[in-house]
């Protein structure tokens, strides 16, 4: 399984960016994929997930109303779209595929792909 993740950038407070993982073919009909995001001095942190099978989705609690997870099987693809963007969000966001519920948790995916880096600024 292979995962990259890209459409990162610099934008002010407030904007909006979507980031995509296009992953191996096959790779959303048996694993969740998950956006993870790691800053600076600080933990990752699961951001939102998707499941394989029913396409259940995790939002972490400060993204939520601000962020979507949706995925287009027909192109391999995972997308997170940020809207309302905040300095706090700037860190390095990565995609993963693990097990095939939505969770949130880093140890159930196996698979990694690059980062991309978002940083929201002024």
């Known amino acids: 399984v292979q995962l990259q993740a890209s459409g990162g950038g610099l934008v002010q407070p407030g904007g909006s960016l979507r980031l995509s993982c296009v992953v191996s073919?096959?790779?959303?009909?048996?694993?969740?994929v998950g956006w993870f995001r790691q800053a600076p001095g600080k933990e990752r942190e699961g951001v939102s997930c998707?499941?394989?099978?029913?396409?259940?989705?995790y939002y972490g609690d400060s993204v939520k109303g601000r962020f979507t997870i949706s995925r287009d099987k027909g192109k391999n693809t995972v997308y997170l779209q940020m809207n309302s963007l905040k300095p706090e969000d700037t860190a390095v966001y990565y995609c993963?595929?693990?097990?095939?519920?939505?969770?949130?948790?880093?140890?159930?995916?196996?698979?990694w792909g690059q980062g991309t880096l978002v940083t929201v600024s002024q």
């Open positions: 993963a595929a693990g097990a095939a519920r939505s969770t949130p948790a880093a140890y159930e995916y196996d698979y």
């Open positions: 073919p096959w790779t959303l009909d048996y694993y969740g």
């Open positions: 998707i499941g394989s099978t029913d396409g259940s989705t």
